[in-house]
């Protein structure tokens, strides 16, 4: 059995993500269009509320990537499962992620990104598990710093269960 126990709430989530597109339109400000690709499916509600948030012009674009099986544990093998439809050659990128945990899935999909010359690119994570890190990772916006513990809701999952709970929320076992 399992219980649920808020962490952040809507409200919370609301107010920082505003501020977080607040603090991306500062650092640009050419006019030309930000692609923020999604790491599906995770951060698919935080960027469609980031985009929101934002003045800039955005592209909105995904990409897939699978670590994490159906369990609470990542695999540590990094898999591409849907590539970008657009070539991102020239333009400026956010990846936007919704939780930084090892930091392996954002090392490798920042290296295959670089390697397609675009003409900045940044990373943008809902939430950061700082605690949790093997590999070292750059982020740019950090959204939430939390403990190590196991969270569902505002898109994460748990063997894709919760990813529509407005809250997000320690998944507790009881
Ligand atoms: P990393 O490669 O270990 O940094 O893992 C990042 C991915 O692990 C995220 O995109 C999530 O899909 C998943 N993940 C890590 N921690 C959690 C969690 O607490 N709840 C739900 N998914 C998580
Ligand atoms: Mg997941």
Redesign the pocket.
């Known amino acids: 059995m399992s219980k649920l126990r808020v962490l952040l709430s809507a409200e919370q989530i609301r107010t920082r993500v505003e501020e977080m597109g607040r603090e991306i339109d500062l650092d640009y400000t050419t006019g030309e269009p930000v692609y923020l690709i999604g790491?599906l499916k995770?951060a698919c509600i935080f960027l469609a509320d980031l985009a929101r948030a934002m003045k800039t012009p955005t592209r909105l674009e995904f990409i897939g990537i699978s670590?994490?099986g159906r369990g609470k544990t990542?695999s540590g093998q990094?898999q591409l499962t849907k590539d970008l439809d657009v070539p991102i050659e020239g333009h400026h990128v956010i990846i936007v992620?919704?939780?930084?945990?090892?930091?392996?899935?954002?090392t490798y999909l920042a290296k295959l990104l670089a390697q397609r010359h675009p003409k900045s690119l940044r990373i943008a994570t809902f939430l950061d598990?700082p605690e949790r890190r093997q590999a070292p990772v750059k982020v740019d916006y950090v959204g939430f710093a939390i403990p190590d513990e196991?969270?569902?809701g505002y898109g994460?999952?748990?063997a894709e269960d919760y990813r529509n709970l407005r809250d997000l929320c320690v998944l507790e076992e009881i």
């Open positions: 790491i995770g670590s994490y990542s990094v992620e919704d939780i930084l945990d090892t930091g392996n899935t954002l598990k196991f969270v569902v994460l999952d748990y």
